[in-house]
């Protein structure tokens, strides 16, 4: 007869989908006692190599929650999930690491782990939203404000940009000058409502700037917070 080494977990492998950079996602491993007898499980991690000029023996991107840190204990012929194992990823890479189960049946069992670390990441022309106003803006405004006498001249462009990373981009709020709100010194951003860009999409702004004649350069700070951090934009 063949004998055959058991296996105590039910995951070949823990495989972590892209995340964004900066957060975490985590999973639990599937521990299996085919035994008649319970079965104590640790999960370790191998020892990481600090010195810089080494090469690491094991990757930080990956992490046991605290509640993983314990010995868990299995019944005869039962499943039981232990966890979380944590991926969080520090910057754009590709992380691979080995987690082992240390148990009283086979010893220790290697989990191989993976994961990628990415984000998404708006684009805009310049880096900045630029008015430029011309004396055409000017007269373009006038005609608007002769259609409709009740409203200040005010001066509409738009701005598109593009996530040119391989995660969605969602923006949560806007800000103008620092002040939370869709309009503020001058400037208005129309459709300011929350919003997510694709990867590899583009999204368009709409912006009205209502100037005061008595200045001749007018600068503020337009702030997109997304889920991943803000951006601030110079117009």
Avoid at 92 to 110: D, E, G, I, K
Avoid at 147 to 172: G, I, M, W, Y
Avoid at 185 to 203: K, L, N, Q, R, W
Wanted: hydrophobic share 40%; net charge negative; with cysteine.
């Amino acid at each position: 007869a063949l004998l055959t080494k058991p296996s105590v977990v039910q995951n070949p492998a823990l495989n972590f989908d892209l995340t964004q950079v900066g957060t975490s996602v985590s999973q639990t491993l599937i521990v299996h006692n085919p035994s008649d007898t319970p079965l104590a499980v640790q999960l370790v991690f191998p020892l990481c190599d600090s010195m810089p000029e080494a090469k690491s023996t094991c990757n930080l991107g990956f992490k046991l929650g605290p509640e993983a840190q314990q010995v868990f204990f299995v019944m005869p012929h039962s499943d039981l999930p232990v966890g979380p194992v944590i991926f969080e990823p520090q910057q754009h890479a590709m992380y691979n690491s080995t987690l082992y189960v240390r148990n009283n049946l086979t010893a220790l069992q290697p989990v191989p782990l993976s994961g990628a670390g990415g984000s998404g990441r708006l684009t805009f022309p310049g880096g900045a939203l630029d008015f430029n106003l011309t004396a055409l803006d000017f007269e373009e405004a006038e005609d608007m404000v002769s259609e409709q006498p009740r409203h200040p001249l005010a001066v509409t462009k738009n701005f598109s940009a593009a996530n040119d990373c391989e995660l969605p981009v969602e923006v949560l709020q806007i800000d103008i000058g620092g002040v939370p709100g869709c309009a503020g010194f001058g400037f208005e951003v129309h459709d300011c409502g929350p919003f997510t860009v694709a990867p590899h999409e583009t999204v368009t702004l709409q912006v009205s700037f209502t100037p005061d004649f008595a200045a001749s350069q007018w600068e503020r700070s337009l702030r997109l917070h997304t889920r991943a951090g803000s951006l601030d934009l110079p117009m």
